[in-house]
């Protein structure tokens, strides 16, 4: 049986779901694909540190977590090592980045995963910052080194867009990129048409837990932005970054605008729209007033959804309906079974 050693560098609620389901899904894994997965290192910020080359004990950390907030301690793990050390030192076979989007520069991400190409390592990145900031530049170091880098759950979780280019539209070009990939400002937009003002829509939606603790680059754009980066690059393989891109927050938006649209029997959305016309890419996000049978005006909540149009199959519409982490988890798996189906 083969055996793929992974490490982690992030273990917030992306990476405690992906291990969930790799302990879920161990026994289908090793049937399915004649493979175990290995995970020998997890990296977080305040958790501590674990590296074990022999395979750490996923049901125990996952336990402790639950239990204390931290990891197990034990003198034979335990690393005073940072996530840079790993990623360029310890021996796995796939660098998972998981660690939180810095949205200036996308880095250290980006530090992480070219440690990881330059010693051949396959990486599946989460991080949005590496696609969105440094695109080409992982692309050639990952072919320079006979690597690859997948990159499914920095846009709308584990929803297969970047695949469905990948796998199922070869020889197509993609001429547009446009959807509502922030469910966060969905979610407040709808509040803000139901009358509640936005301190009030955020602070229910942290409630809810599906916004963070700080949606300031949400409100601003930013976090689509920089995933609109992300499948520019991915998908046109193109070379820009958020920098390129014009950006309208909806923190701006009133309830005077939304009340005069819906008057029009219109809708209010924050929309992502890339073009790319013989090379020229033309990028923004920002709230945009729909008419009712766009097929954008009807996602609503938390829900999300893309429209890719390409040159040889016209339009397809992706749509996935209130994500939760489980699906951001499932991204970063199909990834890796992706790797490990062609290793």
């Given at each position: 049986m083969?055996?793929?050693n992974v490490?982690l ?6 990476g405690q ?27 977080t ?19 402790n977590?639950?239990?204390t907030g931290?990891?197990p301690?034990t ?6 090592r940072?996530s840079l ?25 980006t530090?992480?995963?070219?440690a990881a190409l330059k010693?051949g390592?396959?990486v ?6 590496p696609?969105?900031w ?21 846009v ?7 695949s ?14 446009r959807?509502i990939?922030?469910s ?13 003002d936005l301190k009030?829509?955020?602070a ?9 603790t700080n ?5 601003e754009?930013?976090e689509a ?9 991915g ?16 923190d701006k938006?009133t ?6 649209a ?11 729209d890339?073009?790319n016309e013989?090379?020229?890419i033309t ?7 729909l ?7 009807n ?18 519409t ?6 939760g ?6 991204g ?8 490990i189906?062609?290793?």
């Open positions: 083969k055996r793929v490490a560098l992030g273990f917030g609620s992306l779901s992906f291990a969930k389901l790799l302990l879920e899904k161990k026994e289908e894994m090793e049937r399915e694909y004649d493979t175990s997965v290995n995970v020998v290192a997890i990296t910020k305040t958790r501590g540190n674990l590296v074990d080359a022999w395979g750490i004990d996923l049901e125990r950390v996952l336990k977590i639950q239990e931290v990891f301690k003198s034979e793990t335990m690393l005073q940072n050390d790993v990623a360029e030192a310890v021996e796995y076979d796939v660098l998972i980045e998981m660690t939180p989007l810095e949205f200036s520069t996308g880095q250290m991400a530090n992480h995963v070219k010693r390592k396959h599946i990145c989460a991080n949005k910052g696609m969105a440094h695109y080409q530049e992982l692309k050639s170091l990952a072919k320079k080194n006979n690597c690859r880098c997948l990159c499914e759950t920095t709308m979780d584990g929803t297969p867009v970047f469905t280019v990948r796998k199922n539209l070869k020889l197509c070009k993609v001429q547009e990129i959807g990939i922030n966060t400002t969905n979610y407040i937009l709808k509040e803000l048409e139901e009358g509640k009030t829509a955020v229910e939606g942290k409630k809810l837990g599906i916004i963070e949606p300031n680059n949400d409100l754009g930013n932005a920089a995933k609109l980066a992300a499948l520019v690059n998908m046109m393989n193109a070379d820009i970054t958020p920098n390129d891109i014009k950006i309208e927050g909806i938006v309830k005077e605008q939304l009340d005069a819906a008057a029009k029997g219109k809708v209010i959305k924050m929309i992502c890339a073009k013989d090379g020229k990028a923004m996000v920002g709230p945009v007033e008419d009712p049978d766009d097929v954008m005006a996602v609503n909540g938390t829900s999300m959804a893309i429209s890719i149009t390409t040159d040889l199959m016209g339009t397809i992706i749509m996935e309906e209130a994500p982490m489980q699906q951001a988890g499932y970063v798996f199909s990834d890796l079974m992706t790797l189906k062609d290793m």
